[in-house]
C-alpha cells in the first residue's frame, strides 16, 4: 500500500469520527474538537494537492461563498453591533467546509473506509442506545457512556453537571437514551447515515455480507432513540428501499430481509410509546407558541418575514444573523429570546443570502444529485436534505461527513479515469512523433 493511500484511509477514519469528537471539547481550548480535526484533515490535503500538483473537483460552492464573503463584509462595515469573534469562526469553518467537500472530497477520499467506519461506528453506537432503553426500561438503570474528565467539556457544561441534568430528566420521566451523544437527535443524525449505508449494499464484499444484521440493529436503535427526526427518515429511506427491490425480481434473502424489518418495526411500535411520542413533536408544528416543531420548521421562515427588502433579496451575510437581530430588536413567537439565531440549515442559508443567494445553493446543493449515479450518494444527499429543513447542522462537521459521502467516488472510478487520461495522452505523443518524423 503506498503512503497515498494511507493517508487517504486516516483522513476517511477522521472524517466520520469527527461529528465523534465535536461531542466533547477540550477546555483548554476556544474551538471544538470537531473544527481541530477537519483543520487538520485540510492542512494534510493542501500539502498532498500541492506534492502532487492536482487540481481536484467542481467548485459548485467556491463561487457561491466568494461572493457573499463579500457581501458579509459590506454588511459588518455599514452595522453598528458586529460580533467579530462569531464571524471569524463561522467563515473559518464555511472554508473548511467548502475546501474539503468541494476541492478534495471527490478524489481524496477513500470510499471502501469512510463505509466500512461509518457502518462500524453506527452499528457500535446503536448498540449502545439498545442497551440503555433497555437497562432503564426493565430495571430503571440509567447508564451514561460519558468520558468524565476536567479535561473535556459540553460547551459551557461539564461533563458532571450534564449527567446530573440527565438525572432529573428521567425523575422527570422526559429522558430518552442517545447513546454517547448529547441527545436523541444528534444520534439519528449519525447513525442515519451509517443505516443508508448498510441498506443500499454498495460494490463491496464486507458491506454485503453485514448489511442485514447492521441494519436491522441502527433501526431498531432510531426508534428506541425517539427522535422525530430519525423515525420520520428511516421510513423514507426504507420506503425507498421497498419500492426500489418490490419492481425487480425479488430474492428469497430479500424477502426474509424485508419481512424482518417489519417485525422489528411492528414489535417495537406495539410495545413502546417511541412512536407516539415522536408523533407528539411533529404534531406540535404551526401551533401557538415555541414548540419544537414550530422551532425547527418555522422560526428561520418567521426571521426571514421580517427582514427589510433588500435583505430578503441578498441576505444579511454568513455570520451575521445574531448582532443583526440585536440591532434590530428582531424576535419570533416561536423563540421571543433577543439574539436567539437557531434555525434549520436552508433556514440559515436563505436569511444569510437572501433569495437570490438561496436559488443559487439549491442549484448547486441539487447539481450534486447528478454528479454521482450511485444509489448510495443520491440516498445520501436526500437524507442531508430533510435533516437541512428539521435541523441546525448548517455550520457543523456532520453536513462535511454527509456532503463527503455524496460526492466521494469509487476508487476503481478514479483509476479508469486516470487511466483513460494517460492512454489519451500517449496517443497524442505517439501521433506527434508519427508526424515529426513524416515530415523529416
Request: glycine fraction near 4%; proline fraction near 2%.
Amino acid at each position: 500500500m503506498s503512503n497515498t493511500m494511507r493517508i487517504k484511509k486516516i483522513i476517511s477514519c477522521l472524517i466520520v469520527f469527527a461529528p465523534v469528537l465535536g461531542i466533547y471539547q477540550i477546555s483548554v481550548f476556544p474551538v471544538g474538537t470537531a473544527e481541530m480535526t477537519l483543520a487538520a484533515i485540510v492542512l494534510v490535503l493542501v500539502c498532498m494537492n500541492i506534492r502532487h500538483r492536482k487540481k481536484l473537483g467542481k467548485y459548485y460552492f467556491v463561487a457561491y461563498y466568494a461572493f457573499f464573503f463579500i457581501l458579509s463584509l459590506a454588511s459588518i462595515l455599514v452595522r453598528n453591533q458586529v460580533e467579530m469573534e462569531d464571524f471569524i469562526q463561522k467563515w473559518i469553518r464555511i472554508m473548511i467546509m467548502v475546501y474539503i467537500i468541494d476541492i478534495a472530497a471527490k478524489e481524496q477520499f477513500d470510499r471502501t473506509t469512510l463505509y466500512k467506519w461509518s457502518v462500524r461506528l453506527g452499528v457500535f453506537f446503536s448498540a449502545i442506545l439498545i442497551v440503555q432503553s433497555v437497562a432503564v426500561t426493565f430495571f430503571s438503570i440509567q447508564i451514561e457512556p460519558y468520558i468524565v474528565s476536567d479535561l473535556f467539556t459540553f460547551g459551557e457544561e461539564s461533563v458532571l453537571e450534564l449527567i446530573s441534568i440527565h438525572k432529573n430528566w428521567l425523575t422527570a420521566g422526559i429522558w430518552r437514551p442517545s447513546s454517547i451523544f448529547l441527545e436523541p437527535a444528534q444520534f439519528a443524525q449519525f447513525v442515519l447515515l451509517s443505516l443508508v449505508v448498510s441498506i443500499f449494499e454498495p460494490d463491496d464484499l464486507w458491506l454485503e455480507k453485514k448489511a442485514l444484521c447492521s441494519s436491522i440493529i441502527i433501526t431498531m436503535a432510531l426508534f428506541f432513540s425517539g427522535s422525530a427526526n430519525g423515525i420520520l427518515i428511516t421510513v423514507v429511506v426504507w420506503g425507498v428501499y421497498f419500492a426500489r427491490y418490490l419492481k425487480s425480481d425479488m430474492k428469497v434473502r430479500q424477502f426474509i430481509f424485508i419481512c424482518i424489518i417489519f417485525c422489528t418495526a411492528a414489535v417495537v411500535v406495539l410495545c413502546t410509546d417511541y412512536l407516539e411520542n415522536a408523533w407528539e413533536r411533529v404534531e406540535t408544528t404551526g401551533a401557538s407558541g415555541g414548540t419544537t416543531g414550530n422551532i425547527r420548521f418555522l422560526q428561520g421562515l418567521a426571521i426571514f418575514s421580517k427582514l427589510p427588502i433588500v435583505a430578503k433579496l441578498f441576505g444579511i451575510g454568513f455570520g451575521n444573523i445574531e448582532p443583526f437581530l440585536l440591532e434590530n430588536n428582531i424576535t419570533t413567537v416561536y423563540l421571543s429570546d433577543l439574539g436567539n439565531q437557531y434555525m434549520n440549515g436552508f433556514s440559515t442559508v436563505l436569511v444569510s443570502s437572501g433569495i437570490i443567494g438561496f436559488a443559487v445553493f439549491l442549484f448547486c446543493w441539487f447539481s450534486l444529485f447528478f454528479e454521482n449515479s450511485s444509489m448510495v450518494s443520491r440516498m445520501v444527499l436526500l437524507v442531508i436534505s430533510i435533516l437541512f429543513c428539521t435541523s441546525s447542522i448548517f455550520y457543523s462537521s456532520t453536513t462535511v461527513m454527509y456532503l463527503v459521502f455524496v460526492r466521494c467516488q469509487n476508487s476503481k472510478k478514479i483509476e479508469e479515469k486516470y487511466a483513460k487520461k494517460n492512454y489519451v495522452n500517449l496517443r497524442y505523443a505517439a501521433r506527434s512523433n508519427k508526424d515529426v518524423s513524416a515530415y523529416k
